[in-house]
């Protein structure tokens, strides 16, 4: 993943934001939107780009580009910080290659000590029964 390319390649799109904030929040744009083109992005290799594309941690949208918004605070070049770094928490997390799990037997100890076990507690259901008369 070449990080220097990807944020060449974010389009960064300011828009006013929403909610309470008087008339300062109606004249200015703090809310930051960024996009990036997966498919045609020249940072991401060819498997990295199917990994986030199939991945089910991100909400692509059909041309299969990934959407942050950023509008926390009242600066516009602070939203953007935060939004090109969730971009790339989001884009780590996705392209991470899951560890193989190997698959492994029970020790021959714990196999004794389950059987064991087991024995004892069918052992005290047995005395529990009334004796037999005959």
């Known amino acids: 993943m070449n990080w220097n390319q990807i944020v060449k390649e974010l389009k960064i799109k300011a828009t006013p934001s929403g909610g309470p904030g008087g008339q300062h929040a109606n004249k200015v744009s703090t809310r930051i939107e960024i996009s990036l083109d997966i498919p045609n992005s020249l940072g991401l290799n060819e498997k990295e780009k199917s990994r986030i594309i199939n991945s089910k941690l991100l909400k692509l949208s059909n041309q299969n580009c990934l959407i942050v918004q950023s509008g926390e605070t009242r ?57 037999d008369s005959l």
Do not use: F, M, W
């Not at 996705?94 to 004892?120: D, F, G, N, Q, Y």
């Open 75 to 131: 600066s516009q070049a602070r939203n953007k910080e935060i939004g090109i770094k969730r971009i790339y928490n989001l884009l780590i997390e996705a392209s991470h290659i899951p560890k193989v799990r190997k698959k492994t037997s029970p020790s021959k100890a714990s196999v004794e000590k389950r059987l064991k076990t087991k024995k004892h507690l069918s052992d005290k259901k047995t005395n529990r029964q009334k004796p």
